[in-house]
């Protein structure tokens, strides 16, 4: 019987090398958990480089979402001229049109930057976390009878 694996997922393409730098390393963090702890030097160096890579980017994702208020609000006002003209004005569904495009694109830009924060986050509780996990086991004292088994090795991470 042969294992059937999930397909690798892809990643969608970047403009940014550094965004594209961080999903990179975000997707090594995943790798990596799957077959350690959150806290094992392999996870906790790729959650380091995808901060190191977001931290680049972020400066050129703001500027870009600056850009793209800018737009939505010169859209806006565009639009807000044309249909204090009258109902009929023959630019205003064009205007309406663009200064929707504008507004997508505004919260799309907002959307990654904010994901990308809230996943450094959660990676980031997930290490300390499982660093707590791993201490307070390490602490527990064992008692003969408590298990069949040997207590837990020093480094929990050799565990598989």
């Known amino acids: 019987m042969t294992e059937e694996r999930a397909p690798a997922r892809e990643l969608p393409l970047v403009d ?13 963090f995943r790798h990596a958990i799957e077959h350690a702890s959150a806290c094992c030097d392999e996870a906790v160096a790729a959650h380091l480089e995808a901060a ?21 609000d010169e859209r806006r006002e565009a ?10 004005e023959p630019g205003l569904v064009p205007a309406a049109e ?15 930057r904010d994901i990308a924060l809230r996943g450094e986050s959660t990676r980031a509780s997930m290490i300390e ?6 201490a307070a086991a390490r602490s527990r004292e064992w008692h003969p009878g408590d298990s069949g088994t040997l207590p837990p090795p020093d480094d929990w991470r050799d565990v598989g």
């Open 16 to 28: 940014d090398p550094d965004e594209g730098a961080m999903r990179r390393a975000i997707e090594h």
């Open 79 to 88: 639009f807000a001229i044309l249909a204090g003209r009258g109902e009929h």
């Open 98 to 112: 663009a200064m929707d495009h504008a507004q997508k694109h505004l919260d799309a830009l907002c959307r990654l």
């Open 129 to 134: 976390s499982a660093r707590r996990v791993e």
């Open 52 to 72: 190191a890579a977001r931290a680049r980017w972020f400066p050129r994702l703001e500027e870009q979402i600056i850009e793209a208020t800018r737009a939505y």
